[in-house]
């Protein structure tokens, strides 16, 4: 089957609408934790609801390479097979993971992903803060391995737009923590808030979609710890709401680093280095943030001679 029958995401857009409505009005009447604030919200829709332009623009491409895998597939997977859908549920789970840790930790990538981290406040709206030009750095061939096993293209965007439409609801402080087994198995909001934070401790950590074990495996996890309150944003902030800036601020900076770049090593380190690489080591990572916090925990808490 090449065309989906349905879209999870077209068919969840009243959910989100009415979700976000439901979670302001609890936070005005002081039932939930949930902080808005106008411009911040009307910047993530807006991101949200022009998303989709940019990636006409690659649409046809994707669906013909992702038709062209599957018609050379080394299995044919039933549509109707309900090991099919067991079995696509946790592949295109494990392809996320490598998809979102991928977004984090090499600038070009994180070029098209960090907008959805702008945002300082942490709500249902933030969910809506998609990116524009994630479709154009290629991330999507990441996915066509499953049309090659067998996975036909109605099967992936539907598998995709279900791992979406779940993300949605992760995106809360109105949510305290699930029961355990659930923590231990699937991402909550607890362990996403911790991925959206910018406490050195937090950073760059469970990159889940549906099922937070892939972090644990490989070795990204962290749990919310309730002495530390997590901080949204970027480690920079923008101070900016325009759409524009919130969307391409960072392949601007790496245009200017790019044109600064007096060696092949500091083009490559500029873009596939990780976010804040510099030539001198002058500028901050996660890696280096990370360290110098550790460093002051372990002085906090070795006992004077």
Known sequence: MLEAPFDPVKLAIPFFILAILLEIGLGRLRLARAEYEARDTLTSLAMGLLRGVPALLTAGLVFAATVWAWEHRIFTVPFTAWWGWVAIFFLDDLIYYVFHRLSHER???????????????????????????GSLVGTWLLWLPLAFLGFSPAQILIQQGISLVYQFWIHTEAVGRMPAWFEAVFNTPSHHRVHHARNPRYLDRNYAGILIIWDKMFGTFQAEMDAERPRYGLIRNL??????????????????????????????????????????????TSE??????????????????
């Open 107 to 133: 600038r070009f990538w994180w070029a098209a992903h960090v907008n959805h981290h702008s945002s300082q406040h942490y709500n249902l709206s933030t969910a809506l803060r998609q990116t524009w030009t």
């Open 239 to 284: 101070g900016s709401f325009n759409i524009l800036t919130v969307a391409f601020h960072e392949w601007i900076a790496i245009g200017r680093d790019l044109a600064s770049a007096r060696s092949l090593r500091e083009v490559v380190g500029y873009l596939l280095g990780p976010p804040g690489w510099s030539p001198d080591g002058s500028r901050d």
């Open 288 to 305: 280096s943030l990370r360290a110098r916090w550790a460093a002051r925990q372990s002085a906090a808490q070795t006992p004077a001679e």
